[in-house]
């Protein structure tokens, strides 16, 4: 089984359909990776803050030297981290992450969030998460989104990333990237589901060029891991009436459903999980088309409820 793909603005082909690393744990990581891949998956999102590339670069170089798939016929996806926003810390931390996976280039390279934090030096702690001291101190950058963007097309030129992305972004930070950027964006990572269908961001967005990735696909699922009030607050996707009576019509799951929802709108999805037989499952998400009545209906279902807010992270006061 394979991912259709899609066409990136950088003209790299990217699969519609990856596979997300956060939340994975260190133990398992390496086999969850390795079978993945066995599974058919080529596109991984990793990033920094998952704490878990060196595993991740494990699992691809088993996978690489049984022979299952070439370093070439892999998309790897990773982030830069807040506390590596200044122009000098970038590509260092570029090459870190490199050499956790093993790798000698990223397919895709995306600022995580665009918040800038102070500088947390690796050998101190890492990942270093949001707060300097490791505990609850937050401090700010002076960085700008432009100043870091600057640093990401280097990284192009260098070679050390074959296209670059933001994550996180909303329509006017996106705006501002486009004033400056002389390497225009190639994604735009955000949450979206259902519940948070974004549409006025998707439709700029794709009119601007840069395929969607959908994070969360699964709305609240991914955050129960996390025992996240909001998540507990609505009620799972997946047992939603509407979704699993698309499911039963179209014999499907209704992760299936989820996936498809975004994909067949050109809209990318990173799904997790750590069973194989499920991993095939949500693979196979494109095999199948919702009709106009099922689009019509999930239409109907936003909340505009977001899970993966930075202020989870941190104390409101502290932005202001
Ligand atoms: P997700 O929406 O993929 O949901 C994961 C949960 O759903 C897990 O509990 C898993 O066991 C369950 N699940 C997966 N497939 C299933 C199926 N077919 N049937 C039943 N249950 C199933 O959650 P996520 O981890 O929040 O998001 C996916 C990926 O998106 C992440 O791993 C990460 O790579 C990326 N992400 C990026 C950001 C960002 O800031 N850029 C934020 C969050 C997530």
Redesign the pocket.
Known sequence: MSSPTVKLNSGYEMPLVGF?????DNATCADTVYNAIKAGYRLF???CD?GNEKECGEGVARAIKDGLVKREDLFIVS?LWQTFHDEDKVEPITRRQLADWQVDYFDLF?I??PVALEYVDPSVRYPPGWHYDGDKEIRWSKATNQETWGAMEKLVEKGLARSIGV??YQAQTLYDTFKYAKIRPATL???L?PYLQQTELVRLAKAEGLVVTA?????P?????LDMDRAKSVSPL?EHDAIKAMAAKHNK????VLLRWATQRGIAV??????PA?MS??LDCCSFDLDQEDMDRIAKMDLNVKF?KPTNYFPTEKLW
Request: no cysteine.
């Open positions: 997300g690393l956060w939340k994975v999102d990793g990033a998952y982030k995306l995580h969030f994550s996180n990572q955000v949450e589901h994070y969360s696909s699964f709305g699922t991914g955050f129960l891991e997946m799951t209704p992760a299936q990173i799904p997790k999980t750590s069973r499920v499952q949500n993966n």
